[in-house]
């Protein structure tokens, strides 16, 4: 299921999901205002936190956000830097829905879930735009470096706003506009840096990653509606949606006569494909839990925060484990797009951030009389 990110191709949470998960825990406008977390059990893979306190069940969270897609960033990486797998970005996303197909039916049994709710041509919409997203992510690696795919990840906002106003004509604020600009900047100043120093640096890969944030954006408004007109659980979406794609890749790799050669070079390199790729997608299926538990019981304003840090680390460890060109361009005009990043979250969090700031404004100016009467 989506995730807040979609920093990688795993499922996600959108942005549309965060803001509507909070709405449903305490009806504010607002997405990073927590929803009522004392009634919120906390339910992860299985196991039950409920008798560990609040502080406790909040480490595990975030521990297992960091850990399963830190593991999941530096294993997709790893898989695109061997030789001569480049081409075979699809392959290995047939792959990787064929293991989210798999775990969705082992949770669906674990869970007592047999049941569909959401009608088979919303899930073939939905498949074919999950399909679209992550297929292209993937190939997209073939032709970027992985800092520069995160970026762009990052900047989802961009082509969500933009259809906003094309497609819906909604009006945005002023300070939503103002993060849009920024992450603009940052990301064509962080292009222009790559391409001045990336051997690997490629417009396809451009092209690529764009149209897989389109089609990124575009799932989160099919997901919510379907979700909230029909009341589907989170394992049910995953199951169709990822089951539904695997026959779509399978059949357009079938057609197009791409399954023989990335079948041929993987059965040559079996661990290192089909051994890696399991496991790729197992870490990502478990991150989806945590971030799951994160929003519903910590809020999704805690969770983006969570998420967006781990994206920066991840970024960090990309240039620390795989030998690239590194520019200080890179530093801030990541920075640039982490400002924008934060103005995004602001304008979702306004009241509660301003009553945050309001807090701590007053108990600085208490205490400095205090401070100057011992001065």
Same mark, same amino acid.
Not at 79 to 95: A, K, N
Not at 109 to 120: A, D, K, M
Not at 302 to 321: D, E, G, N, W, Y
């Given at each position: 299921?989506?995730?807040?990110?979609?920093?990688?191709?795993?499922?996600?949470?959108?942005?549309?999901?965060?803001?509507?998960?909070?709405?449903?825990?305490?009806?504010?406008?607002?997405?990073?205002?927590?929803?009522?977390?004392?009634?919120?059990?906390?339910?992860?893979?299985?196991?039950?936190?409920?008798?560990?306190?609040?502080?406790?069940?909040?480490?595990?969270?975030?521990?297992?956000?960091?850990?399963?897609?830190?593991?999941?960033?530096?294993?997709?990486?790893?898989?695109?830097?061997?030789?001569?797998?480049?081409?075979?970005?699809?392959?290995?996303?047939?792959?990787?829905?064929?293991?989210?197909?798999?775990?969705?039916?082992?949770?669906?049994?674990?869970?007592?879930?047999?049941?569909?709710?959401?009608?088979?041509? %919303?899930?073939?919409?939905?498949?074919?735009?999950?399909?679209? %997203?992550?297929?292209?992510?993937?190939?997209?690696?073939?032709?970027?470096?992985?800092?520069?795919?995160?970026?762009?990840?990052?900047?989802?906002?961009?082509?969500?706003?933009?259809?906003?106003?094309?497609?819906?004509?909604?009006?945005?604020?002023?300070?939503?506009?103002?993060?849009?600009?920024?992450?603009?900047?940052?990301?064509?100043?962080?292009?222009?840096?790559?391409?001045?120093?990336?051997?690997?640096?490629?417009? %396809?890969?451009?092209?690529?990653?764009?149209?897989?944030?389109?089609?990124?954006?575009?799932?989160?408004?099919?997901?919510?509606?379907?979700?909230? %007109?029909?009341?589907?659980?989170?394992?049910?979406?995953?199951?169709?949606?990822?089951?539904?794609?695997?026959?779509?890749?399978?059949?357009?790799?079938?057609?197009?006569?791409?399954?023989?050669?990335?079948?041929?070079?993987?059965?040559?390199?079996?661990?290192?494909?089909?051994?890696?790729?399991?496991?790729?997608?197992?870490?990502?299926?478990?991150?989806?839990?945590?971030?799951?538990?994160?929003?519903?019981?910590?809020?999704?304003?805690?969770?983006?925060?969570?998420?967006?840090?781990?994206?920066?680390?991840?970024?960090?460890?990309?240039?620390?484990?795989?030998?690239?060109?590194?520019?200080?361009?890179?530093?801030?005009?990541?920075?640039?797009?982490?400002?924008?990043?934060?103005?995004?979250?602001?304008?979702?969090?306004?009241?509660?951030?301003?009553?945050?700031?309001?807090?701590?404004?007053?108990?600085?100016?208490?205490?400095?009389?205090?401070?100057?009467?011992?001065?």
């Amino acid at each position: 299921i989506p995730l807040v990110e979609k920093d990688d191709s795993s499922p996600k949470l959108t942005s549309v999901q965060v803001e509507d998960s909070d709405r449903r825990g305490n009806n504010s406008g607002h997405y990073g205002a927590a929803p009522n977390i004392s009634k919120q059990q906390l339910v992860i893979i299985g196991v039950s936190l409920d008798h560990l306190s609040r502080s406790t069940q909040l480490f595990i969270c975030c521990t297992g956000v960091f850990a399963f897609y830190l593991v999941y960033g530096y294993l997709q990486e790893l898989i695109f830097s061997f030789e001569g797998i480049q081409p075979f970005g699809w392959y290995l996303t047939l792959i990787q829905f064929a293991c989210y197909g798999i775990f969705g039916i082992i949770e669906s049994n674990w869970r007592r879930e047999f049941n569909r709710r959401i009608p088979l041509q %919303t899930y073939a919409l939905l498949a074919f735009l999950t399909v679209s %997203t992550m297929g292209l992510s993937n190939t997209s690696l073939g032709y970027l470096n992985y800092p520069m795919q995160v970026i762009f990840k990052c900047c989802k906002l961009i082509p969500v706003m933009i259809g906003g106003v094309l497609i819906q004509g909604k009006r945005y604020s002023i300070v939503d506009v103002a993060a849009c600009v920024l992450m603009s900047i940052g990301l064509i100043l962080f292009t222009l840096a790559d391409s001045e120093i990336s051997p690997k640096f490629d417009q %396809t890969g451009i092209i690529l990653i764009t149209l897989a944030l389109c089609a990124d954006a575009m799932i989160g408004n099919v997901q919510e509606k379907a979700m909230k %007109t029909y009341s589907s659980t989170n394992t049910e979406v995953i199951l169709f949606s990822y089951g539904i794609g695997f026959f779509y890749i399978l059949a357009g790799l079938g057609i197009s006569g791409g399954l023989r050669e990335p079948f041929e070079y993987c059965a040559q390199h079996p661990s290192s494909t089909y051994g890696l790729a399991v496991i790729f997608s197992l870490t990502g299926y478990l991150g989806i839990a945590f971030v799951l538990s994160l929003v519903k019981c910590f809020g999704a304003l805690l969770a983006v925060t969570v998420t967006t840090c781990r994206k920066a680390i991840t970024i960090v460890l990309s240039f620390m484990f795989f030998t690239k060109p590194f520019t200080f361009r890179y530093v801030w005009s990541g920075a640039i797009v982490l400002l924008g990043i934060a103005l995004n979250v602001y304008s979702k969090n306004k009241d509660k951030t301003d009553a945050m700031c309001w807090r701590f404004w007053m108990r600085m100016s208490r205490r400095k009389p205090a401070l100057s009467q011992e001065i």
